[in-house]
């Protein structure tokens, strides 16, 4: 099927995995995709992914990644030398807060193209080097980010399958459908007509600092993902002794504190303006590239927006070559607005602030149609 094709590089290793799982084939005289999906548009869409493999676009561009990892360590080391030379009075800590808060972003784009083993050719390179930026640059669990962002890649914005929209019903509603349901049934968690205004001061500055921190050591012990906990703690190791050496500990905190709130600002406005504004719903078993496209929009390229973003200003053809290397998104967009154009399927890009934008005003609708809903006698 098209999700396990999507998601596994090395397809004969994984093939040996399957063949205790197998019950028989198909006979001949059965459909062999279900009435729900696109027949015609699943057989394009196979069509285009053998293009994309025959273009040899599934190759990475292993200087690429080095470049980016070497970015990623030069700031983090800046970080510290601003400190260490220039000292800790209030203009040399901010430096070293926004060195150190772009060095962390920039760590959790390239483990996200690690997580989808897409810098080497072979996984367990991929699986190595995604350990070091995830748990020791960054202090995070590799297996934990695996486990949530499978799933939301699977089921992008289909409630209760994509745990990436787990905030609805008890901090935000979500999407047209789920909202007047939940007005419907007079559930009220949070004062769901604000949320647009709250939004700002809880899940952008918020998610790291809070839920992200504790729910990775949380799924890392209670898994038993002890290689993953033991690296998570280097980080902190290392943070404390470098940074300790040279700041106070309500300064240190103030650090760390900072720099997660910054960096948790930073990763949701990004993560969420390519799903949020899109359709939120159960899930509909549609085709798989359907599914894809109802649930995330892209952000127009520049030099800029694919360095901000992580290429994350391409979630279209993320979310449909989940293992391509991002260098190659924009070669592959054409083929895709093609296909798109051919079955009719809205294919959305719009500017980056428009995009940030977009996220207010869906949860502004969304809160609208719960009150509306949770009012109606």
Known sequence: QDAFVAFHVDKVLVSKYLKPLQIGELAPDQPSTEPTKNEMLVKDFRELRATVERMGLLEPNQLFFFLLLAHILLLDTAAWLILFYFGTSLLPFVFSLLLLTISQVQASWLQHDLGHLSVFRKAKWNHLLHKFVMCHLIGASAKWWTLLHSQHHAKPNCFHKDPDIDMHPFLFTLGKKLSVELGIK????????????????????????????????????????????????????????????????????????????????????????NHIPMDIDYDKNLDWMSTQLQATCNVEQS????????????????????????????????????????????????????AFADIVNSLKSSGELWHDAYLHK
Request: some cysteine; aromatic content about 22%.
């Open 186 to 273: 007079k559930k009220k968690y949070m004062p769901y007509n604000h949320q647009h205004k709250y939004f700002f001061i809880t899940l952008p500055p918020l998610l790291f600092p809070t839920y992200f921190h504790y729910h990775t050591f949380y799924i890392a012990y209670t898994k038993k993902y002890w290689v993953d906990l033991a690296c998570m703690l280097t980080f902190y190791i290392r943070f404390f002794y470098t940074y300790g050496s040279l700041l106070g500990t309500k300064t240190l905190n103030s650090l760390i504190s900072l720099h997660r709130m910054l960096e948790s600002s930073w990763f949701v406005w990004v993560s969420q303006m």
């Open 303 to 354: 030099l800029f927006n694919d360095w901000f973003t992580g290429h994350l200003n391409f979630q279209i053809e993320h979310h449909l070559f989940p293992t391509m290397p991002r260098h190659n998104y924009w070669k592959v967009a054409p083929l895709v607005k093609s296909l798109c154009a051919k079955h009719g399927i809205e294919y959305q890009c719009k500017p980056l602030l428009t």
